[in-house]
């Protein structure tokens, strides 16, 4: 993460597991309310529409929003992500998917794919942004 600005957060979840990103995100209001948000296209727009953050909105996951996201991190403009995906159901996009995931661990960026590891990046980032002011 830069040294102490906003962290930079995407925020992503697939249709099974939006409400659970809504839950998550309503966990850490305050918290997220200082970071820079990017999601993809409808939960960004849940996340705006039902918890008043401001997101910087991306396509859906399955038209392109995944790699938008994806361009984001190599471009260095995303400390770490939040994708809340359902292994359950096969997604159209799995390769989008994969390639996102992938460019997290090229590019060596946290990325947390259920609510515990969300739960845990989240909670340390507000302690290394405590611990920097």
């Given at each position: 993460m830069t040294k102490m600005t906003q962290p930079r957060i995407a925020l992503i979840a697939h249709d099974k597991k939006k409400d659970d990103m809504?839950?998550?995100?309503a966990e850490y209001l305050e918290f997220l309310k200082g970071c820079t948000l990017s999601a993809t296209?409808?939960?960004?727009?849940?996340?705006?529409n039902e918890l008043g953050l401001k997101v910087e909105r991306k396509h859906s996951?399955?038209?392109?929003?995944?790699?938008q996201?994806?361009?984001?991190?190599?471009?260095g403009e995303i400390d770490c992500v939040i994708f809340l995906r359902d292994p359950m159901t096969p997604q159209p996009h799995e390769p989008d998917i994969n390639a996102l995931v992938r460019a997290c661990d090229v590019h060596n960026i946290a990325c947390a794919t259920n609510l515990s590891t969300a739960r845990l990046v989240?909670?340390?980032?507000?302690?290394s942004r405590a611990g920097a002011a």
């Open positions: 809504i839950t998550l995100a296209g409808t939960t960004g727009g849940r996340l705006h996951g399955p038209v392109g929003g995944d790699l996201i994806g361009a984001q991190l190599v471009n989240l909670n340390q980032l507000m302690i």
